[in-house]
């Protein structure tokens, strides 16, 4: 992190010379704004204070003589309004209460690594920003509040009803009206009863109607003060807020304008004489005394300048002329009083600063007595002559220094001009060009269609212009790309009169488009999503393969920031990677794995290959990345670890018990452990059985046609040593599945009921380790079924604990000394293969019932 604002002073007190510079290299290094002053004891930091100004005190806690918790009261009390941070490695609800009860502004725990100087240093720059924000605050209300003591008139805070009640009246209202601020507040005295009963209704008007179209209403109007005199009132305000009955909250300002008034009044009378006959002129009438001031005008100047009478009465000539034709000014002026006649033209700037061009005749004047009175005369706008003259000249200079080829031609098509840019794209002079025709530089079916556009454009009154591809051949046989923007010319009778082009040759950019569309098709064909991100990590382009993933659309991510897809703890190990590869100019690319977050919120692993983009200016540009999905790598990798927990312990324990046995036959020659060592053996052999199973099909799905449920299970129950035990069919139904896979799940469900039905295995086993026989020596029975949704097996044993039903569908998980506990798994993963879900609950008779979902209804 990189600091670019104001500077931060820090005073840091820690009795550790050692972590204490450490803490201010560290403060410096994050933020570049932090400069740290350390002092070693509370006292030394005390005096440090008292010498020079900090913006921040950081303090430990635990420290001989004084400790943080002293040190930070003694600061309240001399520095009120001091940011002070409590950073210690000693943590406990007690100081961090006794903390915030002192004042302090953050408590702040040590911890192990540099990050927690990253945190620090973001808490001291929140404290101080926050307290010069409050200081900033006060002192700007502290002006506001001088400015409005000072204004010539009252600031107020009205309700929008007739008459006016105010909420909130300035000092100002006794010297303005005679009435106090209070008694105005108060309602003692309402300012609506202050106002003419004349003026009552226009001016509510005139207000309500500003209000409607949400403007500031600005009005004049006559009141009486408190001693009775009639005064006009200039106000101007809007509406703020709205209280909670509707009303609207107004505020404003009002100042007396009487002697404006007066003055307005008195120029009107001085003009009336001669307003009959200089308003009845369209040109500036005008005027002018012998110092330079206007004596006379008509509305013609007014209108023109933007000023108003009362202005124009306080400002000379030269005020509305342009100061770079003040120096002829007043050559001509002198000129005119002089000889009696002067012509100029003159720039004149209006009120809004807008620039006029005009010509001004004037004639000297003289009073009845014969003295000099001034200058009269008439200013006429030659502004459009100016501008089309200027313009003619623009044109030329633009069209003969541009660097795009541009042409005219005659209405029979024939080459009437060309710029030099023209001339230059062609390889031929002017003059070789003009009177030409069109095919002699381009293919004939690029004039057809030219020409065909042009028509088209004629008969068009929405269109002025339009723009073809069409090539050009030069003097040298090189042939270019243009686009041609072309538009008609039409006489003064609207007769087509020829037309102009202007040419900007796309050769390059032709090729750079097309090469762009192959990286695209390129980027669209790759399969995995790839994305690119600008510096603040908002997407800017998405592949469509991202939908895939996300379940956006494309467009629906781009301008969204990557938190849509990412969580924030993901986003923070990426943004490290990329500071990593901008530290480092050899580091071209990173690759990490995290979690992609679908739209429902799933999430998917994920491996992103993320590149810098490329930037002209060597700042950071932003990123491009590659998403791959690796779920089943994952999975594979998972069960990579199942597979070697079996490898490195199951099979190692029956393994020992083979090379035991055999070891202790061969000593001692008893055969009679040999039993026990193929026993064993054959544990392994069912054990590698089933990780195949597990390895080799997991959860995939052959060819799957109409199978019958009884049937298969007759099938089943065959290939399983079932003993006494019977099978029953309740019913019969097909069903579309891998036979051979459901076959498996019939046989390891029937196993699974013969050896844990009878012996009890599920049971609780008492202090010595037996269990208690619950089911007896009585065969089970198991029964296949039909369900409305799908199918059952179930039997008549002892059952599952119900706390065990979670559990019995895990790899490895069995309760029997002898089983893999591979067999439910195996049972699970076939039921997922083909879509179907598989719960085990108890049955009717007490025992076990595996129920499989196949559909939401038969």
């Not at 501008?387 to 209405?411: A, F, I, K, Q, S």
Request: contains cysteine; aromatic residues 6%; hydrophobic residues 35%.
């Amino acid at each position: 992190m990189s600091g670019h604002g104001e500077e931060i002073s820090v005073l840091h007190v820690d009795d550790d010379p050692d972590l204490g510079d450490l803490v201010a290299v560290h403060l410096e290094q994050t933020n570049d704004d932090l400069s740290v002053c350390t002092e070693r004891s509370a006292t030394d930091g005390l005096e440090r204070l008292s010498e020079q100004a900090f913006d921040c005190v950081v303090s430990d806690h635990d420290m001989p003589g004084m400790d943080g918790l002293e040190f930070l009261k003694v600061v309240r009390k001399e520095y009120e309004e001091l940011p002070f941070i409590l950073f210690t490695g000693k943590g406990n609800e007690e100081i961090a209460s006794d903390a915030i009860s002192a004042g302090v502004t953050e408590y702040l725990q040590k911890g192990v690594g540099t990050d927690q100087y990253a945190v620090l240093a973001n808490r001291i720059e929140r404290a101080v920003g926050e307290r010069r924000a409050k200081t900033a605050l006060e002192e700007s209300e502290r002006m506001l509040s001088t400015l409005i003591s000072n204004l010539p008139g009252m600031v107020y805070r009205a309700r929008n009803e007739p008459d006016w009640p105010m909420e909130f009246v300035s000092d100002g209202a006794a010297e303005l009206v005679g009435y106090s601020s209070a008694a105005l507040e108060s309602g003692d005295v309402s300012w609506g009863a202050l106002i003419k009963e004349s003026e009552t209704e226009r001016l509510w008007e005139t207000v309500q109607t500003c209000i409607a179209a949400g403007e500031p209403f600005e009005v004049s109007y006559q009141i009486e003060t408190a001693d009775g005199e009639t005064r006009w009132m200039w106000e101007r305000g809007r509406v703020v807020d709205t209280d909670d009955d509707g009303v609207e909250i107004l505020e404003g300002f009002i100042t007396d304008v009487t002697a404006r008034e007066e003055r307005e009044r008195e120029l009107a009378n001085q003009r009336a004489f001669t307003e009959k006959l200089i308003d009845s002129v369209d040109d500036m009438f005008y005027v002018v005394g012998p110092d330079g001031s206007l004596v006379r005008w008509n509305d013609t100047v007014s209108s023109v300048t933007g000023y108003t009478n009362e202005k124009l009465g306080t400002i000379g000539i030269g005020e509305i002329i342009v100061d770079s034709d003040h120096e002829r000014l007043w050559s001509v002026f002198e000129e005119t009083l002089e000889t009696g006649y002067g012509t100029i033209e003159a720039g004149v700037e209006t009120a809004d600063g807008e620039r006029l061009q005009y010509e001004f005749r004037g004639s000297r004047i003289e009073d009845e007595r014969g003295d000099l009175f001034g200058i009269a005369g008439i200013g006429r706008d030659i502004t459009e002559r100016k501008r089309r003259e200027r313009e003619l000249r623009e044109y030329r200079t633009l069209v003969e220094n541009v660097g795009d080829p541009m042409y005219v031609l005659d209405r029979d098509g024939t080459i009437e001009m060309v710029n030099e840019a023209m001339a230059v794209h062609l390889g031929y002079d002017r003059s070789d060009i003009i009177g030409s025709e069109p095919a002699r530089f381009m293919p004939e079916g690029d004039v057809e269609k030219g020409t065909a556009l042009i028509r088209d454009l004629i008969d068009d009154d929405d269109r002025m212009w339009a723009a073809y591809e069409m090539r050009t051949i030069a003097a040298d046989g090189t042939v270019r790309i243009n686009e041609d923007r072309i538009a008609p010319l039409f006489d003064e009778d609207g007769n087509f009169d020829g037309s102009v082009g202007v040419m900007r040759e796309t050769t390059e950019r032709k090729r750079r488009e097309r090469e762009l569309e192959r990286y695209e098709t390129i980027i669209e064909a790759v399969g995995d999503p790839v994305y690119t991100l600008d510096d603040e990590g908002v997407f800017t382009y998405v592949n469509e393969a991202v939908k895939r993933l996300t379940g956006f659309e494309s467009d629906e991510l781009v301008g969204e920031h990557i938190s849509t897809i990412m969580a924030g703890e993901d986003i923070s190990r990426g943004s490290d990677l990329i500071r990593t590869m901008l530290s480092d100019p050899t580091r071209q690319n990173v690759t990490f794995e995290t979690d992609i977050v679908d739209q429902a919120g799933e999430h998917t692993p994920i491996e992103i290959h993320i590149a810098l983009l490329p930037a002209a200016d060597g700042e950071f540009n932003g990123t491009a990345g590659v998403i791959r999905d690796i779920s089943d790598r994952k999975k594979r990798e998972r069960q990579l670890a199942e597979f070697a927990s079996v490898v490195s312990h199951d099979l190692r324990n029956p393994l020992n018990v083979v090379k035991g046995r055999i070891s202790v036959a061969r000593t001692a020659g008893d055969v009679s452990h040999l039993e026990a060592a193929a026993s064993a053996a054959d544990r392994m052999d069912e054990l590698i059985n089933d990780l195949l199973t597990l390895a080799r099909q997991g959860d995939t799905v052959g060819e799957t046609t109409m199978v019958d449920l009884a049937a298969l299970a007759g099938q089943a129950w065959v290939d399983v040593e079932t003993g006494e035990a019977t099978l029953e069919k309740d019913g019969t139904a097909t069903i579309e599945a891998d036979a051979a896979r459901l076959r498996a799940v019939f046989e390891n469900l029937f196993r699974n009921s013969v050896e844990h039905g009878t012996t009890n295995s599920w049971a609780q086993s008492d202090d010595t380790g037996a269990h208690e026989d619950c089911a007896g020596n009585e065969p089970i029975t198991v029964s296949v079924g039909t369900t409305d949704t799908g199918f059952y097996i179930a039997d008549d044993g002892v059952g599952i604990p119900a706390e065990e039903r979670d559990d019995v569908f895990e790899r490895g998980y069995t309760t029997s000394t002898t089983g893999t506990g591979f067999g439910l798994a195996i049972v699970a993963e076939i039921a997922q293969a083909h879509g179907w879900s598989v719960s085990v609950t108890e049955s009717e008779g007490g025992g076990t019932r595996f129920e499989f979902t196949t559909s939401s209804e038969r």
